[in-house]
C-alpha cells in the first residue's frame, strides 16, 4: 500500500504564506502525478493544484498566481507553496497521488492523505 503523510498546515494571517509538503511512502513503482486538493464541511474536495511526473502543473484560477506546487521525485514528496493567502483560502488540505505499485500494473491507483487544516485570518 502506499501512505501519504501532509505537514505544515497551521494558522496564518491574511497576506501571510505557509508550505505544505507530503510524502509518499510505502509500495511505489512510479508516482504518475501528485496533486493537492482542498475542503469544508458541505462542500465538493476542490482541485488546487495538479503536478505530473514530468513536472506539468495545473492550478485552479483561485491559486494561479498565488500557489506553486512542486516535486522532488528522489523523495517522492509534494510540495504547496502558497503566498498572499486569503482568508477564503481556510481548508483542509489534502494530498493526492496516481501510482503505480508495480511495474506490470496496466493503471495506476489513486491514494489519498488525511488532511492538514489551515486557516488563514483576516
Known amino acids: 500500500q502506499v501512505q501519504l503523510v501532509e505537514s505544515g498546515g497551521g494558522l496564518v494571517q491574511a497576506g501571510g504564506s505557509l508550505r505544505l509538503s507530503c510524502a509518499a511512502s510505502g509500495s511505489i513503482f512510479i508516482i504518475n502525478a501528485m496533486a493537492w486538493y482542498r475542503q469544508n464541511p458541505g462542500k465538493p474536495r476542490d482541485l488546487v493544484a495538479h503536478?505530473?511526473?514530468?513536472?506539468?502543473?495545473n492550478y485552479a484560477r483561485s491559486a494561479k498566481g498565488r500557489f506553486t506546487i512542486s516535486r522532488d521525485n528522489a523523495s517522492n514528496t509534494v510540495y504547496l507553496e502558497m503566498n498572499s493567502l486569503k482568508p477564503e483560502d481556510t481548508a483542509v488540505y489534502y494530498c493526492y497521488t496516481n501510482v503505480r505499485t508495480h511495474q506490470s500494473d496496466y493503471y495506476g491507483m489513486d491514494y489519498w492523505g488525511k488532511g492538514t487544516l489551515v486557516t488563514v485570518s483576516s
Open positions: 503536478i505530473t511526473n514530468g513536472g506539468t502543473t
